[in-house]
């Protein structure tokens, strides 16, 4: 009877905290998931148009051949005209130069936004570069969701009580389990 009293707990108290208004589901897009090649000294460009806000950007790469390391940039495409003129520009998520790597950057505002993928540092070798390029849409990547306050509250209660429920079960049948080695030593058992 109390394993289903407790998962019957955990279960409400899931419910109570999990919901958030009827929002909508979260969407993972692909973009792009293939090889590409950048030759050496050289970039290679990939324009993200994202007509909503809160789009998480996620990006792996993986240099399948070719003995140079790439890094991936994240930059709205301002800042990335201005890289490619050598002015002052900002980058919103960048990987370190590697063979292998990731970014993962949500974008507040919608927007124009470009992947450049970097083959410029002492590279004497075209690198063949596995890209995958996902978007996670529909906010849900954006700012973390707060419950309001009863629903954390009770989440807190719950959790709490299961807490107590287990240590006082726990305590209990160590007590009757000492009891009944202290009921052996008498009768002379050990």
């Not at 919901?19 to 990939?46: C, F, N, S, W, Y």
């Not at 900002?90 to 370190?96: E, P, W």
């Not at 063949?128 to 990547?141: D, P, T």
Request: proline share 4%; hydrophobic share 45%.
């Amino acid at each position: 009877m109390k394993g289903p009293a407790v998962a019957a707990l955990l279960l409400l108290g899931a419910g109570v905290c999990a919901g958030h208004g009827g929002a909508a589901q979260p969407r993972l897009e692909t973009v792009l998931d293939e090889t590409v090649g950048v030759g050496p000294g050289k970039i290679r460009t990939l324009d993200l148009p994202l007509d909503e806000p809160g789009v998480r950007v996620i990006v792996q790469f993986d240099v399948v051949r070719g003995l140079t390391g790439v890094r991936v940039l994240l930059m709205s495409i301002e800042d990335a005209e201005r890289w490619f003129a050598g002015r002052d520009h900002r980058v919103l998520a960048g990987s370190g130069f590697g063979f292998s790597g990731s970014l993962t950057r949500t974008l507040p505002e919608k927007g124009e936004y470009r992947l450049v993928l970097d083959n410029l540092s002492e590279s004497r070798a075209e690198a063949q570069v596995r890209l995958r390029v996902r978007l996670l849409r529909n906010g849900a990547s954006a700012l973390p969701y707060r419950p309001e306050r009863w629903r954390a509250q009770t989440l807190v209660w719950i959790t709490a009580g299961l807490f107590l429920s287990i240590l006082l079960f726990a305590g209990l049948r160590l007590k009757r389990a000492f009891e009944e080695r202290q009921d052996r030593l008498r009768a002379g058992y050990l």
